[in-house]
């Protein structure tokens, strides 16, 4: 059972922005307004990392390489939440991967490819 989507994955030349989308449909607004989002990415010759995370009560943050480049958000009423990268480099190359966490369970989606060329 998939029950976290992710979309806005693509193939960019260096220096351009994607805005990657996340959707939970199956919770309600209250539910996922508690939620803490996080986005990982994993390129195969590394390990899946944690690039940004959100917590319901506002806070954010991100991996030392995506700071002042990525940016966390989230629409709860959507039941979304986005990551809006730009300046990309080669080295943002991977598969993104959206994890909602709720009520002391992980909840991954299927992941989106996301290239950036030069």
């Known amino acids: 059972q998939v029950h976290v989507v992710e979309s806005g994955g693509g193939t960019v030349q260096a220096g351009g922005s994607l805005r990657l989308s996340c959707a939970d449909p199956?919770?309600?607004?209250?539910?996922?307004?508690?939620?803490?989002m996080a986005w990982y990415r994993q390129s195969p010759g590394n390990l899946r990392e944690l690039v940004a995370v959100?917590?319901?009560?506002?806070?954010?943050d991100y991996a030392d390489s995506v700071k002042g480049r990525f940016t966390i958000s989230r629409d709860n009423a959507r039941k979304r939440v986005y990551l809006q990268m730009n300046n990309l480099e080669p080295e943002d190359t991977g598969v993104y991967y959206c994890?909602?966490?709720?009520?002391?369970?992980?909840?991954w989606g299927q992941g989106t490819q996301v290239t950036v060329s030069s």
């Open positions: 199956r919770v309600i607004t209250s539910v996922f307004s508690s939620d803490t």
């Open positions: 994890k909602i966490s709720r009520r002391g369970s992980d909840y």
């Open positions: 959100s917590t319901s009560g506002g806070g954010k």
